[in-house]
């Protein structure tokens, strides 16, 4: 059994102290390259373009200002070949082509020409930038801190920007995760960056703003009245006591008590009826969620039986709900002219069995690198940060895939970016391939 790899004190001076005197950190050209690309990095996860966009009535190319330069940066530093060593940015790399190889198949291909543009141009990138641009531990951070400060800035706008339906639950009034479920989704992604800075921040004033915002996150995924929200926190929280250490299981028993008695004492009655609501059996139970529910069902059902009928190319991507549209005998139901809700399901039938295939595997191998960091870390104390940071993501991960099992996110940057984090983090902490097949083994 090989002993556990061990960080020498000048690599852990490189680790906690930076680039130093390496020619290419250095760089001006890569350290302008670097903070466009955290500059975009905090403009996808706060959607501010969409909140400039929606507050001016002006598109700003907020994504084109950063993006560019950003990209531009990653052929200078080598950031792209770097991405592509690493087994999950192939996977995602994998199901990105067979998305495009099923064009052709599609049973409405212009329109599926312009979801995976869109995935390419927009989406998948992010994987690239977040992967490549950030090298060192004090680069890693940087990028960390900005996606918690996109987590605030989603908190804020809430405030700012959203509205409460008739039947109680809370939603913004534009953008792409408009929608309640949608926003609660896009919640339990961000929201543990701020638990990274609850734990990993030296500063008390900042630690408890981190642990305002997580508190009042948690409320506004509870206010969406999304049931698939409420699974994906009893995941996470299950994460939580299991993978945790005392230290978090001890965080978790104090804070999660008070914010669960805050948050169903302060919402709307509609809004707590409908969380409960899971079956036609219990009494008072939403027929508006029931009524959801059997149309999911539906779509579920649907989605298998295109996936089975279309095993290789699917009904195209993006148009599984012209595939549902089709068929008159749903017309009057809640499943007539919509999406799987399914993000696996959806990335069965529209594009396939093979896609799903890579679709997992990149899911599962970025998990993997992560394990594998968090093994070459946790045992040494001085690397706590970097044992915080894993924990963190992986919990992002877990709860947002949770919260995809019942919404169409499958052609959406957040999980490439979490692989994009993962490949990031093994890079900042010197984490080779040689000594990840050391950690495996030992």
């Given amino acids: 059994m090989a002993?556990?790899?061990?960080?020498?004190?000048?690599?852990?001076?490189?680790?906690?102290?930076?680039?130093?005197?390496?020619?290419?950190?250095?760089?001006?050209?890569?350290?302008?390259?670097?903070?466009?690309?955290?500059?975009?990095?905090?403009?996808?996860?706060?959607?501010l373009n969409e909140i400039l966009s929606y507050v001016s009535g002006r598109n700003f190319y907020l994504l084109y200002f950063f993006g560019i330069p950003a990209l531009l940066g990653l052929f200078v530093s080598g950031g792209i070949v770097r991405v592509l060593r690493e087994r999950p940015a192939i996977l995602w790399l994998g199901f990105g082509i067979w998305a495009v190889i099923a064009i052709p198949f599609s049973i409405w291909r212009g329109g599926s020409a312009h979801t995976v543009w869109a995935y390419w141009k927009t989406e998948l990138i992010m994987m690239f930038v977040i992967g490549g641009i950030a090298k060192t531990w004090r680069e890693f951070r940087v990028v960390m801190f900005?996606?918690?400060?996109?987590?605030?800035?989603?908190?804020?706008?809430?405030?700012?920007?959203?509205?409460?339906?008739?039947?109680?639950?809370r939603d913004l009034e534009f953008g792409t995760v408009a929608n309640a479920n949608d926003f609660a989704g896009h919640l339990l992604l961000v929201l543990p960056f701020l638990i990274w800075v609850a734990l990993s921040c030296k500063s008390r004033m900042l630690r408890a703003a981190a642990l305002g915002g997580l508190s009042y996150g948690v409320y506004l995924v509870l206010a969406s009245g999304s049931r698939g929200a409420l699974v994906a926190l009893a995941v996470d929280i299950l994460f939580f006591i299991f993978a945790g250490t005392r230290r978090y299981r001890v965080g978790l028993f104090l804070l999660a008590p008070v914010i669960m008695i805050i948050a169903i004492t302060v919402l709307p009655g509609t809004v707590v009826n409908r969380l409960s609501s899971f079956s036609s059996s219990q009494s008072g139970a939403s027929e508006e969620a029931l009524g959801s529910s059997e149309a999911r069902q539906t779509l579920l059902r649907d989605s298998i039986i295109g996936a089975l009928w279309n095993p290789f190319f699917g009904v195209g991507p993006g148009q599984f709900a012209t595939y549902e549209g089709s068929k008159e005998e749903l017309r009057g139901t809640g499943a007539y002219w919509h999406g799987a809700h399914n993000s696996f399901a959806q990335a069965a039938s529209e594009c396939g069995i093979p896609a799903l295939f890579l679709y997992l595997a990149a899911i599962w191998s970025s998990?993997?690198?992560?394990?594998?960091?968090?093994?070459?870390?946790?045992?040494?104390?001085?690397?706590?940060?970097?044992?915080?940071?894993?924990f963190c993501i992986k919990l992002a991960v877990i709860g947002f895939c949770a919260a995809v099992?019942?919404?169409n996110f499958t052609y959406t940057f957040y999980l490439p970016a979490m692989t994009g984090l993962a490949i990031a983090l093994a890079s900042a902490v010197g984490l080779d391939r040689a000594r990840r097949t050391a950690v495996r083994a030992r």
């Fill in 405 to 407: 099992f019942f919404l």
């Fill in 367 to 390: 998990w993997h690198l992560l394990r594998v960091t968090g093994q070459h870390t946790n045992r040494n104390p001085q690397l706590l940060d970097v044992t915080n940071a894993v």
């Fill in 3 to 47: 002993s556990f790899p061990q960080v020498k004190p000048a690599a852990l001076n490189y680790l906690i102290a930076g680039p130093g005197s390496v020619d290419e950190a250095q760089s001006a050209a890569r350290r302008i390259a670097f903070w466009f690309g955290v500059g975009l990095v905090f403009v996808r996860f706060s959607m």
């Fill in 146 to 169: 900005a996606i918690a400060a996109a987590a605030a800035a989603s908190v804020f706008s809430s405030r700012l920007f959203g509205q409460v339906e008739m039947s109680g639950r």
